[in-house]
């Protein structure tokens, strides 16, 4: 059974950077692509980025392009999500996620989820 879990995230101020990291255990080899998705309040959960397998391939949503870098570290099985130049809309529970698919960046495809890790970010 695969698991998830998330670490760090916590408060920030706008323009502030922080990173995220994923670490997966249990049936990791069975995984092709895993991904960070957000959900802030009242609002659905929403791709933020994903990575392949062997990191050859990654996909950002167009409000964080050019802010974010998704990475992963196959040899620790974690994957990591830097976010800089943070911004208020930022704001959110971040979950990482992972998926037997090739490659997806579609919520409903990803089969393994984590518990989510706050993010939030002042004005």
């Known amino acids: 059974q695969v698991q998830l879990v998330e670490s760090g995230g916590g408060l920030a101020q706008a323009g502030d950077s922080l990173g995220l990291s994923c670490a997966a255990s249990g049936g990791i080899f069975s995984l092709n692509t895993m991904g960070w998705f957000r959900q802030a309040p009242g609002k659905e959960r929403e791709f933020v980025a994903a990575?392949?397998?062997?990191?050859?391939?990654?996909d950002y949503a167009d409000s964080v392009k050019g802010r974010f870098t998704i990475s992963k570290d196959n040899a620790k099985n974690t994957m990591f999500l830097q976010m800089n130049s943070l911004k208020p809309e930022d704001t959110a529970v971040y979950y990482c996620?992972?998926?037997?698919?090739?490659?997806?960046?579609?919520?409903?495809?990803?089969?393994?989820w984590g518990q989510g890790t706050q993010v939030t970010v002042s004005s």
């Open positions: 996620a992972a998926t037997r698919m090739v490659f997806t960046t579609s919520a409903s495809d990803y089969d393994y």
């Open positions: 990575i392949s397998r062997k990191a050859l391939t990654t």
